[in-house]
């Protein structure tokens, strides 16, 4: 996946501006930032849910600029923004099934269940009788169901408990193991650190750093500093 100049708007305020970056296949990125830096509005840009914007976005060697959301899922991108989107009406097994296949290699529940041990024994749970990190490892979950390769994540990790955060991650190390492409947005810079290839900083829209993360604490410290985060 590679982003090109990409800017964008809501309404007639513009909110990215010549954004570029690239996420490696099988490799961790992450985007982080102040509030408002613009982290979402890039994972908005690259599925095609924003009403007006520009720049290039490259997926699987082709341009989807201007292809509709839809067609960008063909891709084999799957989307989990910060507030889940999970049915709160229907059964845990039926958020799971309701998904459909964009490519060939969706995930067997079963598999699920391994990556994500505490939704094993709630098949017939409600979305709104789970925790918030049950959610959150519910809607990652559809997502796999799809098929999906690349995966983007708004603030997995956001206002969960610290034993549910480190689920999450052993999860998503598993699921980078197995080849998976992650772009997340994340606050956690040990989080990040522990599970990114690569960190991207985003402030007021615009790429302001893009480091290997093997700098390790010298890469905290820089980001630290950089985004008074």
């Not at 699987?60 to 292809?67: D, L, N, T």
Request: proline residues 4%; glycine residues 10%; charged residues 20%.
């Amino acid at each position: 996946m590679r982003l090109s100049n990409v800017q964008a708007w809501y309404g007639d305020s513009q909110a990215l501006f010549g954004v570029g970056f690239a996420v490696r296949p099988g490799e961790v990125t992450c985007l982080v930032g102040r509030n408002g830096a613009g982290k979402t509005t890039i994972l908005r840009a690259i599925m095609g849910l924003l009403p007006r914007q520009t720049g290039s976005i490259i997926l699987s060697g082709r341009e989807a600029s201007g292809m509709r959301p839809y067609e960008r899922t063909r891709f084999g991108i799957g989307y989990c923004p910060e507030e889940r989107a999970i049915f709160s009406s229907l059964t845990v097994e039926e958020n799971l099934a309701l998904p459909p296949a964009v490519c060939a290699a969706g995930m067997a529940n079963a598999d699920i269940f391994v990556l994500f041990p505490n939704l094993r024994t709630r098949g017939r749970h409600y979305g709104d009788q789970l925790s918030g990190g049950e959610q959150q490892m519910l809607a990652i979950a559809r997502i796999l169901r799809t098929g999906a390769q690349t995966l983007l994540l708004d603030e997995p990790t956001e206002g969960l408990a610290p034993l549910i955060v480190r689920q999450i991650e052993d999860a998503l190390i598993e699921l980078k193991r197995r080849g998976y492409t992650i772009l997340l947005v994340e606050q956690n810079l040990d989080f990040v650190l522990h599970l990114a290839d690569r960190v991207v900083a985003i402030e007021n829209g615009a790429v302001v750093d893009d480091l290997e993360t093997r700098g390790g604490e010298h890469v905290k410290a820089r980001l630290l500093e950089r985004l008074a985060l």
